[in-house]
C-alpha cells in the first residue's frame, strides 16, 4: 500500500518534470504514457491530481498538455479568496522564505499589529520548535504560519491557547482528509501516531495583562519520507504520507483560519469550555497508565483529566491527583500477564 502511494507520488512529479521540460509547448498524453511507461488513463489521473493542487494545466484534444503555472502559491489575495472569518487573517503577510513566521510575528506584534494578523511563509530557513529545537520547513510542500491575538484575559490563561491551536488543526485534518488524528498534551497533533503537526506558541505579558499571543503552527501537508530530517525525536508524518494523496495548502489554510477564527470566537464570548471539550474528543489517553518525563525524573499514574488552566491530571497509585504543568507524556505499555 504504502509503495504504490509513493509510486503515485513519484508518477506525478516526473509527469510535471516532463511537462515542465517539454520543448514544445504541449506534451501528448501518449508521449507521457510513452516516456512513463504507464497508461493514458493513469497520466490522466496524475494530471487531475496536479490540478486539484492549483496547477494550472490545459488539455486540448489531439495536442496533449500545457502547464501554464504552478505550484499554486501561498499569497495574501489567494488566501482571502472566500475566507469568511471575522478575525483571523484581518491582515496577510506571506513570504517565499523567512527565518521564522513566529519571530516575525513577534516584531509586528511588538510594532503594534491588530489581532487577527497572520504571516504565512512557503518556507523557513530558521524554523523553531520548542526549547532551541528546530523545525524543518522545506519550500513548496507544508504550511508554516504564525497568528497574533490579544486576548483580554490574564496571562494564567494563555496555556488554553495551545489547545486551541492544537484543536483547529486537529479538526482542519479530519475535515480535510477525513481521517481523525489525535492530540498530544499539551501540544503536537498526531496521525496514526506520528507528529503531523507542531506548535509553538510565544507570548508578551505583564502581571494582570496579555500584551499579545503569537500562535505558531508547522502542518506538514505534501512532505515526502525523504524530506525529513534524519534525527528526528518522534516518528514523523505528512498528509500525502497518511493519506496517498497531495493536499492543496490554500485551502488547507484558508480551512485553519476558519478553525480558529471560530474557536477563538467562541473562547471569547463563551470561555474555555467549547476548548477544552473540542480537545478532548481527540485526546486518546483519557483513564491510560502514563508515564510523564519532565527532564529530571519521570512519574506514573492514570490519566483523570485536564485542568482548566491546561494542567495534566494524574491520578497515582496514592489515590492523590498530581497536576502535571510541563513534561512528556507516553502510555505505559500493559504488561502481559501470561
Ligand atoms: C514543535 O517543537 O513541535 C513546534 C514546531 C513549531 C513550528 C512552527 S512553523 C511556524 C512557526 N514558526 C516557527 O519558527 N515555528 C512555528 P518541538 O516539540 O520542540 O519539536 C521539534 C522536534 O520535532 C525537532 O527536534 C525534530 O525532532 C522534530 N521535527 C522537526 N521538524 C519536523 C517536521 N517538519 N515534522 C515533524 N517533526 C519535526
Redesign the pocket.
Known sequence: MRAGRIDDEETRSQVLRLLRESSHPFLSGQELSRQLGISRAAIWKQIEQLRNLGYDIVAIPARGYHLQAGPERLTPAELRQGLQTALVGRDIHCFSSI?????H?CQLAEGGATEGTV?V?DA?S?????????????PGV?????LILRPPVPPREAPLMTFLSSLAVARTIEDVTGLVPTVKWP??VLLNG???????NEMSAESERIHYV?L?????IN?RAD???A????P???LLLATGSLQSRLALCRRLFAELDELYRDYLANGHEGIMNGWLRYFDLLNVMVEVFDGHGSQRGRVSGVADDGALLLLGDDGAIRRILAGDVRPVPAVDPT
Not at 524554523?127 to 520547513?137: E, M, P, V
Not at 505558531?216 to 506538514?220: E, M, R, V
Open positions: 527565518p521564522s513566521t513566529n519571530s510575528a504571516v511563509a523557513q530558521a524554523g523553531k520548535g520548542r526549547l532551541g529545537r528546530s523545525w524543518a520547513s522545506p507544508n504550511l508554516y504560519l504564525s501540544n503536537d506520528r507528529k503531523v503537526a507542531g506548535l509553538l503569537v505558531g503552527i508547522g502542518l506538514n512532505m524530506e525529513f530530517p534525527d528526528l525525536r518522534y514523523a508524518t505528512s
